[in-house]
């Protein structure tokens, strides 16, 4: 497993481009029959990716990062499929998932188990996970079942929908809240106005985005930006100090997963836009 240790605000002004890469960017998800994981000191999330083809893999808890028996002993995941079809076997029950489902797997899982349908055409799996103080039950959700939010217009480039998967009212968990966000055809900016949020820190994955494409991804504090350029399936870490907003090339999806003290998704602390620097 992966380790990283993020900075403070003032610790960002003075480090390189690729030093700000090598903390905060993870581009090694969506390896074929492989379990990549980083694990954060940022609200100490792991987050990681599945992709059985020749064979089904076992989620399993390492011993030097996480000292715990098993994977999920103190934690909660949640797991969103953005391959092909494929199944997850917790604790001897199979939960289907389509392209687009999530998973919700509760504190005290022992046993956690990925499958696709198909080696030739695999699901492949992203999941996060966080620190959990109390055991709820795991929870398939459907995309079709996802709470679902328009936001933005096409004057602004930013006409979206956001998918709420994993959050209160809907699915029980002790700080995971989970979804994704679609840009439509013509908008390519993602969370702007941009906000901070103190009580919950954030990591997006960006995915659907062609070879020939880019996400310029803005973090920092709204007075002192930074920003990361981002490719297809690769995973950015978002402090709870710091703006998370992006903007393309072209059009292109999220999944974002948030973790901390509270799961309020409309807690947060918008900034001006002519207020950024």
Not at 65 to 75: H, K, L, S, V
Not at 113 to 134: D, I, R
Not at 199 to 220: C, K, Q, T, W
Request: charge should be negative; charged fraction near 25%; glycine fraction near 8%.
């Amino acid at each position: 497993m992966d380790v990283r240790y993020s900075t403070d605000p003032i610790g960002l002004k003075t480090i390189t481009t690729e030093e700000l890469r090598k903390l905060y960017i993870i581009d090694s998800l969506f390896i074929s029959d492989e379990l990549p994981m980083v694990y954060s000191d940022i609200d100490r999330s792991i987050t990681g990716s599945a992709v059985p083809v020749n064979k089904s893999l076992q989620l399993l808890a390492t011993k030097k990062e996480m000292a715990a028996g098993y994977f999920a002993e103190r934690r909660e995941v949640g797991v969103i499929n953005i391959g092909y079809e494929g199944t997850i076997e917790v604790d001897g029950k199979t939960y289907t998932l389509q392209p687009k489902d999530a998973l919700y797997i509760g504190k005290g899982a022992k046993i956690i188990e990925f499958k696709s349908k198909s080696g030739s055409q695999p699901a492949k799996f992203y999941f996060v996970s966080y620190p959990a103080h109390k055991e709820y039950p795991t929870a398939l959700i459907r995309f079709a079942d996802a709470v679902q939010s328009r936001l933005g217009s096409q004057r602004d480039a930013n006409k979206r929908i956001i998918y709420k998967l994993i959050l209160p009212g809907k699915v029980q968990s002790c700080q995971l809240v989970m979804g994704l966000t679609e840009l439509e055809e013509g908008s390519v900016w993602n969370t702007m106005p941009s906000h901070t949020h103190q009580r919950r820190s954030e990591v997006y994955m960006y995915f659907n985005i062609p070879p020939d494409a880019l996400i310029v991804h803005l973090m920092g504090q709204p007075d002192e930006t930074r920003h990361l350029i981002m490719h297809n399936e690769q995973a950015v870490l978002n402090p709870s100090w710091s703006i998370h907003s992006g903007v393309g090339t072209c059009n292109y999806s999220f999944i974002w997963a948030m973790g901390g003290e509270n799961q309020e998704f409309d807690d947060m602390d918008g900034i001006v836009v002519n207020e950024l620097r």
